[in-house]
């Protein structure tokens, strides 16, 4: 192991080492660290996605718990019903990931696609709004701890879906990796080549992205842990991993080992899982990215924006304003107390109200009379009609 001079790409790792060829027999250390998967896993099935929409985030200065905008998606292979449940069993509330990089290719002066582009994609789908809709499952967003190039070796050609977590748990075992035991809510990501001594590798049977959990021994310890690896395919093009990545990220966030979210009928050996009955995607700031199904939307989704545009229509003032409705950006309606909308405010969300006569759009801000008393008002920009007092009166339903 070596550290690599190339800090600034992101990349903390280079690691050399071989892969036995088919049939030969590993080290016995090595062999005791392999087992089976633990029950089964969730796959990224081999499908064509509807055409891609293409969107970019708006950034906002806003902190707190805003609404996150999202896009719903009604195309083939969206479920357009479905119920979701968890088994009281595992999620990743705050995953440290880990990202290997797999295979001779990545490490050519030339390759189809750069580990940098990969890794400024993940951080583009970890940091953005693409999970924001996870928070309705007790998920929020992972952090990227570590990132390892293993361009010295390939992995097996054709490969098996448990490759990638058998490598990664001889990882460990050599000192890599931390212990499982130690890092109990991470997640490693490992990016397949496309091509391996001068041909195509070839995935397990209508798979290109997999994720599951593996029993890993510590014997110098002598204790057992659980490694939670996810790896994703790789055609020589950015949008196929991005997605196949985004895929598996978000169900290994929510279903690590199969007890986490599933949607009914769940299964213990192939995880029926949120990106399962969705196969929408979209560009989100230049990045595919897979849709998931939201409970909350009852659709598939992507959110594309932290944090929610709502239109004014009407208050509610028997002395003063105590309620607020009207609809959000999506034509949805709503109505919410006074201190609801200033909690979303503060939140990063965006109220407006639109001038009937003008067509002029105010933002509707918190002022203070003093300290201890906040009040709601429309910024002043001398037309009248877009003013919160100057909308009609309606009681809260």
Known sequence: MRSDSSAKSGIDEKIGGTIGKSGEPAPSSTQERRNAALKGGGIVPRRKLPPIVQLKKTQHTGGGSAQPHVVKFHNSGDAANATTDTDHGTILYNASLRVVFWGREWGLANPPVTVSKVLNDVQSIITGPYLDGLQQYGVS????????????????????????????????????????????????????????????????????????????????????????VAWAGNDGKPDTISSNFSHELVEAL??????????????????NEICDVCASAMKLNGVLVSSYWSSQDNACIIPDRDFTIYFVQWIWRPSHIEWLGGVDENGNSWQFPRQMVMDLIHGGDQFKVDGAISGKKSTVGIYYLDARHPYLATNTDGVPDDNLLALPQRRPS
Not at 148 to 172: T, W
């Open 254 to 271: 929510t279903d690590p080992d199969g007890s986490g979210w599933q949607v009914d009928p769940r299964s213990s050996f192939n995880w």
């Open 141 to 228: 967003k992972p952090r990227l701890v570590q990132t390892l190039v293993l361009d010295s070796e390939d992995p097996p050609n054709p490969i098996d879906k448990d490759d990638a977590g058998n490598r990664i748990k001889d990882l460990i075992g050599d000192g890599v990796f931390p212990e499982p035991i130690d890092d109990n809510e991470g997640v490693y990501a490992v990016f397949l080549p496309s091509m391996v001594g001068g041909k195509a590798l070839t995935l397990p049977p209508d798979m290109v992205g997999y994720h599951s959990n593996y029993l890993n021994f510590d014997w110098g310890d002598f204790d057992f842990s659980y490694v939670h």
